[in-house]
């Protein structure tokens, strides 16, 4: 079949004829014009879907009937935010997926879906979108509360602050959204927070401080955590106030400190300040020596604010006792620096509690066997180290012999001669003496011109010291405690001569017991540098001269830690001795030489341990719980013995402390005891 030129050209025709009507077909079907009555929102979503060509996932709880009508074409754009409108208005909105599907579920679901997070103000209408948005110059924690108002809370709208990073993260519609944000940006704004330093030159500047903050809160106690309202500090170093804040808040801050900065009509002052703590007498010295050095430095100063103040030798500062107050007459300037002084100084002063624990424990062991002879020629084997010497005992022995003597009488008349006999007592006050010094076993054998003693004793000594001693003082203040009695010791004498007929003797009393010294210093922190003189001593016996004092001391300086113990150190003393006393020759013979020979043996062991711990008292009621603590220890000991009550009095009631928190029972008046015994009366 063979094609002409016409065909082919009517061909030609004919097909672009059909593709614009194509073209004008597409374009006719790209514009909308919507119109429901009535409808079922789920039909509504269908052919919007259709006409959309997107997938739609409807959530079931998406219902009800829509009714809508539109006399405009939109086109495909504007189509979609009708369909976003109508949504928006029936509470439902779509969440748009990754992959391009739409998900119509209700507002408040769509807050918690994966909604997508923008950074710029692109999408203007009703989608649902996330934005995070930095806040540069107020706060997000006092501006998310404004915003939460302006946001649809009650559909899909949320707004959440976060203070770390000062950024706002809000979620809701994009026109809100958007809306939200211009806010921000517009609130969003730094103030004016200049700095202005105001140098007084008469008043003090922590004192102006103090009352321009007075007047503040009085006026403006609403506007107190407002990030503009002003703030004004004082810097006592240069005696000026630095104001900031907003520009009118600053000017009128500004204004009241230039008229308050004003020259006293009076050239001194006096002020009476009553002491809490501290002692007036004891800070006279102190605040003497302040003054004196503000006035050298201000003499040699070339201050313009200086030359300005009169001279500063007219203070006076005078303490009075009885009411433990300071009476200071000073120039304003030097008052406020006196002031400052005492502010500091007058101040609750710590208290440290020493605890001690002074532990001694002695042991004492000895032996001694001793045999000695005599003979009645004086012939004699004795040891000093047997105890008794046998010539102490066989002289004693002989003075205490009776003796016999005869006198004759003659006779007058008969010229023969009577014989008398006397016999005298011996003096038995020696041997008494004598065997009196006897320690142990002594026993004598006497034979014939011989005599021999034989002395044995064993002796065993244990004392065990324990004292507890508790101090409580001020800090840097000494401390003293004993426990003990005055021993009196001669110190002097005088004997009669024979132009003095008044003899004496000067006698002085030493204290003898466990003593305790302390001075602590509470260091910075909580630990305490304690200087401790610990002492114990006891009368160990009677000398030639007087009596002799045992005496164990330790003085030492450490730091302990609050509630800390520390043992200051040990006193150990151990002896052994053996001491032999014999014979030469007949001594060393085996076992026979036991008989000329006298042993002694003795051991001795002194052993003292200190401990120490202090405990700060920084405020009344750790002060109250430790005294507390002792009160009721020593009133369980006093119930315990009342329990147990009095040997051979069963009726008898022990002292018993009253309770801790329990009043002071005062004795009843004379109207309350007369009544009392009235009724007494008549009961029996």
């Not at 000017?251 to 900065?261: A, S």
């Not at 005599?374 to 040891?383: E, L, S, V, Y």
């Not at 002896?575 to 030469?584: R, W």
């Not at 750790?622 to 329990?643: C, F, G, V």
Request: charged content about 20%.
């Amino acid at each position: 079949m063979r094609l002409t030129s016409q065909s082919l050209l009517k061909g030609f025709f004919t097909l672009l004829i059909s593709a614009a009507l194509a073209f004008s077909t597409a374009v006719a079907a790209a514009e909308y014009s919507p119109n429901f009555k009535g409808t079922d929102i789920n039909e509504f979503i269908n052919i919007v879907g259709k006409n959309l060509k997107k997938t739609m996932i409807v959530d079931p709880n998406v219902r009800g009937k829509i009714t809508v009508r539109s006399y405009d074409l939109m086109n495909e754009q504007q189509y979609y935010q009708f369909f976003l409108n109508v949504l928006q208005v029936y509470g439902f909105a779509i969440v748009e997926m990754p992959n391009g599907v739409l998900k119509v579920v209700r507002d408040k679901t769509a807050k918690t879906s994966n909604l997508p997070v923008v950074e710029n103000d692109l999408l203007n209408g009703d989608e649902m979108i996330t934005r995070v948005v930095p806040v540069y110059n107020v706060s997000v924690r006092e501006l998310s509360p404004l915003l939460r108002q302006l946001n649809d809370q009650a559909g899909g709208g949320n707004v959440v602050n976060y203070d770390p990073s000062n950024v706002m993260i809000m979620t809701g519609r994009a026109s809100v959204i958007n809306r939200l944000v211009e806010i921000i940006e517009r609130v969003d704004k730094a103030g004016d927070q200049e700095v202005e330093i105001i140098k007084l030159k008469y008043a003090s500047a922590a004192e102006l401080v103090r009352i321009v903050e007075n007047i503040n809160k009085e006026q403006g106690a609403k506007n107190t955590g407002s990030p503009l309202a002003p703030k004004i500090v004082a810097d006592e170093r240069t005696n000026s106030v630095i104001i900031s804040g907003d520009v009118k808040a600053r000017q009128r801050l500004v204004h009241l400190v230039q008229r308050l900065d004003l020259e006293l009509e009076t050239n001194g002052n006096t002020r009476v300040i009553f002491l809490k703590y501290a002692k007036a007498e004891e800070l006279v010295t102190v605040l003497q020596g302040v003054s004196a050095g503000i006035q050298a430095d201000e003499q040699g100063g070339q201050k313009t604010a200086a030359t300005r103040r009169p001279n500063t030798a007219s203070t006076s500062i005078e303490a009075h006792n009885d009411s433990n107050s300071l009476v200071i007459t000073a120039q304003p300037d030097m008052m406020r620096n006196l002031e400052d002084v005492i502010r500091q100084l007058d101040v609750r002063r710590a208290q440290v509690q020493v605890e001690a624990i002074i532990v001694e424990v002695f042991e004492g062991d000895g032996t001694s066997l001793g045999v000695q002879w005599a003979h009645k020629d004086g012939a004699i084997q004795q040891f000093n180290n047997s105890g008794v010497p046998i010539g102490s005992i066989a002289a004693a022995a002989y003075q205490s012999r009776d003796v016999t003597t005869t006198d004759y009488i003659v006779g007058t008349e008969s010229g023969t001669a009577t014989p008398i006999t006397k016999t005298t007592p011996g003096d038995k006050s020696l041997i008494a003496e004598v065997l009196g010094a006897v320690n142990g076993t002594l026993f004598g054998i006497v034979k014939d011109d011989w005599a021999a003693v034989v002395q044995a004793v064993s002796s065993d000594t244990n004392s065990n010291i324990l004292a507890t001693p508790h101090l409580t003082t001020m800090d840097n203040e000494e401390a003293y405690f004993i426990v003990g009695e005055e021993v009196p010791i001669i110190t002097g004498q005088t004997a009669s001569t024979g132009s003095n007929n008044n003899p004496f003797q000067t006698v002085d009393r030493k204290e003898v017991g466990i003593k305790l010294k302390v001075t602590p210093q509470i260091n910075e922190g909580n630990a305490v540098q304690l200087l401790i003189e610990q002492e114990v001593s006891s009368v160990s016996g009677a000398t030639a001269v007087d009596i002799s004092i045992n005496k164990r001391e330790i003085k030492t300086s450490v730091i302990v830690d609050d509630g800390g113990t520390v043992v200051l150190g040990g006193l150990i003393d151990e002896d052994v001795q053996e001491s032999v006393s014999k014979v030469p020759l007949l001594g060393d013979i085996p076992f026979i030489g036991n008989l000329f020979k006298s042993s002694t043996s003795s051991k001795r062991k002194r052993n003292l341990m200190v401990f120490i711990r202090p405990t700060i008292i920084r405020d009344g009621l750790t002060m109250d719980k430790i005294s507390n603590k002792k009160y009721n220890y020593i009133r369980a000991q006093q119930l315990e013995r009342r329990a147990n009550g009095v040997n051979l009095m069963p009726n008898t009631n022990t002292p018993v402390l009253p309770e801790w928190d329990a009043q002071m029972a005062l004795p009843p008046n004379y109207e309350n005891y007369l009544q009392d015994k009235n009724n007494k009366d008549n009961k029996d």
